[in-house]
T-cell receptor, first 114, second 113 residues
Framework: DAGVIQSPRHEVTEMGQEVTLRCKPISGHNSLFWYRQTMMRGLELLIY????????DSGMPEDRFSAKMPNASFSTLKIQPSEPRDSAVYFCASSLASVFDEQFFGPGTRLTVL | AQSVAQPEDQVNVAEGNPLTVKCTYSVSGNPYLFWYVQYPNRGLQFLLKYITGDNLVKGSYGFEAEFNKSQTSFHLKKPSALVSDSALYFC???????????WGAGTKLIIKP
């Protein structure tokens, strides 16, 4: 398996533009997580899907952020409109569903909003 | 409330010496503990986990961790450090009463030649 795949790896955009980050989880994993990592706040869970259904989106900063998982092999995180404070590295991770299972992380998308 | 503490922002160790990266936790219910490593410009990689059984858990790259229930700790150890072990290390905990993985702030490990 290729592991968790994220695209793009780097994104530079201007304030106010829409940004879409993409994730392909590991085949057979039924849990998917979106995280954001910054120097100031460390690693933050944004949203968690189980079997394509959003279970917990309490970490989504505000209405500008939205996430979808239309099928088991694809998820998107959208920011509209983007702001400079959204600049961070965004990680997608997947796992099997039990509390015993570790998460497998993608390489991340480094987002810079100018 | 569940929490994880990594009391050291940075740990410096000479190559060849033993290393310890500390982690303490607080959960209600049985804890399930994880260590991850992050190399520069990379995603987090799973190192090892404690679920049940033997308190000493062995993982990737020669790392091990010891679960201590009375001290609510899960310290990461390696007998002989390598320069290539230099990275950011994260401890995380989950319990059987809460699916969410709670992350520590991370500890930067620097191994000097």
């Amino acid at each position: 398996d290729a592991g968790v795949i994220q695209s793009p790896r780097h994104e530079v955009t201007e304030m106010g533009q829409e940004v879409t980050l993409r994730c392909k989880p590991i085949s057979g994993h039924n849990s998917l997580f979106w995280y954001r990592q910054t120097m100031m706040r460390g690693l933050e869970l944004l949203i968690y899907f189980n079997n394509n259904v959003p279970i917990d989106d309490s970490g989504m900063p505000e209405d500008r952020f939205s996430a979808k998982m239309p099928n088991a092999s694809f998820s998107t995180l959208k920011i509209q409109p983007s702001e400079p404070r959204d600049s961070a590295v965004y990680f997608c991770a997947s796992s099997l569903a039990s509390v015993f299972d570790e998460q497998f992380f993608g390489p991340g998308t480094r987002l810079t909003v100018l | 409330a569940q929490s994880v503490a990594q009391p050291e922002d940075q740990v410096n160790v000479a190559e060849g010496n033993p290393l310890t990266v500390k982690c303490t936790y607080s959960v209600s219910g049985n804890p399930y503990l994880f260590w991850y490593v992050q190399y520069p410009n990379r995603g987090l990689q799973f190192l090892l986990k404690y679920i049940t059984g033997d308190n000493l858990v062995k993982g990737s790259y020669g790392f091990e961790a010891e679960f201590n229930k009375s001290q609510t700790s899960f310290h990461l150890k390696k007998p002989s450090a390598l320069v290539s072990d230099s990275a950011l290390y994260f401890c995380a905990v989950r319990s059987d009463s809460n699916y969410q993985l709670i992350w520590g702030a991370g500890t930067k490990l620097i191994i000097k030649p």
